[in-house]
């Protein structure tokens, strides 16, 4: 099945700068890729997603980047806010109906 | 924004023991996940659901059981629970294929 790594465990960034998470998938069948943000001691919510017909797409400060032919696609978090400071899942799935294969998600920190 | 209402938020049992966990969406979603999430592993998919009376095994069924017994209700039940069952249950729902996950709050179980 679908594996998905998820590459930066933590990453602390001084706020107004860029964040970015990198995620790597193995099924060259998988053409739906969400991220999803989960706040301390919070359930996951959705951010941004991607679908295979298009490699950029953006909303607000979040850029998302996919390369199909290397199989990863990556999350920018542009001028970081302290409210950015989250854990963030990268997924990945094929047929959405049966579920996403997450990432181990990412844990960002923005400091002043 | 689609609710999805889960209960017990937190649950203690002994091994052996019998638990349920309820998940509800009053949204009109046909399709309904039961996931853990542990530190190490990310979140995985255990049962998921098309509608109801309908059930399909996720990637890490074991030890689990899923009921769909209306469009709004999903129960997974741990019917000889085992400590390595202590998780965080989170339950999510789509009304359709490629429309945005809802998660609900979550279920914390302990298994003694």
């Known amino acids: 099945g679908e594996k998905v790594e998820q590459h930066e465990s933590t990453l602390s960034v001084r706020e107004g700068d860029s964040a970015v998470i990198n995620c790597t998938y193995t099924?060259?069948?998988?053409?739906?890729f969400p991220w999803y943000k989960q706040e301390a001691g919070k359930s996951l919510h959705f951010v941004i997603d991607?679908?295979?017909?298009?490699d950029r797409k953006q909303s607000q400060r979040l850029i998302v980047l996919l390369d199909k032919k290397a199989k990863r696609f990556s999350l920018h978090i542009t001028a970081t806010q302290p409210e950015d400071s989250a854990i963030y899942f990268c997924?990945?799935?094929?047929?959405?109906?049966?579920?996403?294969?997450f990432g181990l998600g990412t844990r960002v920190s923005v400091f002043p | 924004e689609a609710a999805v209402t889960q209960s017990p938020r937190n649950k203690v049992t002994v091994t052996g023991g019998n638990v349920t966990l309820s998940c509800r969406q009053t949204?009109?979603?046909?399709?309904m996940y039961w996931y853990r999430q542990d530190t190490g592993h990310g979140l995985r998919l255990i049962h998921y659901?098309?509608?109801?009376?309908?059930?399909q095994i996720g990637d890490v069924p074991d030890g689990y059981k899923a009921t769909r017994t209306t469009q709004e209700d999903f129960f997974l039940l741990l019917e000889l629970a085992s400590p390595s069952q202590t998780s965080l249950y989170f339950c999510?729902?789509?009304?359709?294929?490629?429309?945005?996950?809802?998660f609900g709050a979550g279920t914390r179980l302990s298994v003694l």
């Open positions: 997924a990945a799935s094929k047929d959405y109906a049966q579920g996403l294969t």
């Open positions: 099924d060259t069948a998988s053409s739906y």
């Open positions: 991607i679908r295979s017909n298009v």
């Open positions: 949204n009109s979603h046909n399709y």
């Open positions: 659901s098309y509608g109801a009376g309908n059930l």
């Open positions: 999510a729902s789509i009304r359709d294929r490629g429309n945005t996950l809802y």
